[in-house]
């Protein structure tokens, strides 16, 4: 399974961007629960969302409702669409599949993983 990212880029505080994820060639691609991490200049790489194969959704605190995953099985894609952003919420963004269609917070239970897209917020 090959994911693509797309949709990074540099905005101003309190601007909104999305962030698109590509699964291609993916026969399974509705089974599979979807996430987006992300990886910060000197930290870890940090869980941001997922959405479980029937479209529940989980989030990491600090998106305090700012943010919004969604999937589009017809299309083989899913997607983040990011409000309000701040400046600590730059960070290269990795969306990631797992095989199985249950929901993880952790980076290490998912499979897959893209390329990673810079987001970066100007104060």
């Known amino acids: 399974v090959r994911l693509v990212e797309s949709g990074g880029g540099s905005v101003q505080a309190g601007l909104s961007l999305k962030l698109s994820c590509a699964a291609s060639?993916?026969?399974?691609?509705?089974?599979?629960?979807l996430g987006w991490f992300r990886q910060a200049p000197g930290k870890e790489r940090e869980f941001v969302a997922v959405i479980n194969g029937v479209r529940t959704t989980y989030y990491a605190d600090f998106v305090k409702g700012r943010f919004t995953i969604s999937r589009d099985n017809a299309k083989r894609m899913f997607y983040l669409q990011m409000n309000n952003l701040e400046p600590e919420d730059t960070a290269v963004y990795y969306c990631?599949?797992?095989?199985?269609?249950?929901?993880?917070?952790?980076?290490?239970?998912?499979?897959?993983w893209g390329q990673g897209t810079v987001v970066t917020v100007s104060p």
């Open positions: 060639d993916e026969a399974n691609f509705n089974s599979r629960a």
């Open positions: 990631a599949a797992r095989r199985s269609a249950v929901a993880y917070k952790i980076a290490e239970e998912y499979d897959y």
